[in-house]
């Protein structure tokens, strides 16, 4: 009968978080851009009746962001139909995530520091999905409490930093299963707190100087700024 319980449960919040964020999504807003884009895909489970994300250890090998936390995923590819595809083609090479990802919503894209637009894809996985990541990218996967990207807790932020507006985030995070203390910051930092507050429907306990749930206002300030370069 318990079990019984669990699935009910696991299924209504599963519902009621895919009814939340599909709220958000920006479907093909963005599609007539031609500025170099990316996308990344953030896995989404539910567990204990908590929601959970994937994320990567970049390897130590790669020429950028080497040793960095991230969500899968890179730059579009020409074969490419749209966003959704670069990230699921993505998962797949770095994590071996098939492509039975249930796609929510596309949230709103943000610019990395080498100008891409990246544009964060959300879908539901199988929480018993085990990783089988692509040496030659990712050294490590793990999963990370969604709610931790509200919490005041093991957050800390940076200002004054070169090249950036405003103030980075970091968030510090045990891994209860490896031991491995991770350090999830910048642009992975940015995203995994946009989903949160959407998903969630609740805000940080830290000052982040926007609204996220008007994130795509953000966008559109900063893309307009872009096009008058």
């Keep these: 009968m318990n079990a019984d319980v669990d699935i009910l449960d696991t299924m209504n919040i599963k519902a009621q978080t895919i009814a939340t964020l599909r709220q958000f999504d920006i479907g093909n807003k963005f599609a007539h851009l031609a500025l170099p884009k990316a996308a990344v895909l953030i ?5 204990g009746e908590e929601l959970y994300t994937v994320m990567t250890l970049r390897s130590k090998e790669l020429r950028t962001n080497a040793g960095e936390v991230c969500f899968p995923g890179g730059k579009r590819d020409p074969i490419d139909i749209d966003d959704v595809e670069t990230a699921l ?5 770095e994590i071996g995530l ?7 919503c596309k949230l709103a894209p943000v610019f990395n520091k080498s100008g891409l637009i990246v544009t964060p894809v959300v879908g539901f996985i199988d929480q018993n999905f085990t990783a089988s990541p692509n040496p030659a990218e ?3 996967v793990f999963t990370v409490p969604l709610d ?3 919490q005041e807790k093991n957050h800390s932020e940076f200002q004054g930093i070169s090249g950036v507006v405003g103030p980075l985030h970091f968030f510090n995070y045990m891994d209860p299963i490896s031991n491995t203390q991770y350090q999830i910051w910048g642009l992975t930092a940015w ?3 946009l989903v949160a507050v959407c998903a969630l429907q609740k ?5 982040v100087g926007i609204d996220f749930k008007d994130a795509l206002h953000v966008f559109e300030q900063n893309l307009l700024k872009v096009s008058k370069l």
Excluded: C
């Design 43 to 47: 896995p989404l489970f539910v567990k």
């Design 89 to 93: 083609r993505e998962a797949q090479e």
């Design 98 to 104: 098939p492509h039975q990802v249930e796609v929510v």
């Design 138 to 140: 990712v050294s490590a």
């Design 148 to 150: 931790l990207f509200t």
């Design 191 to 193: 995203l995994a707190m």
């Design 203 to 207: 805000k940080t306990e830290f000052e």
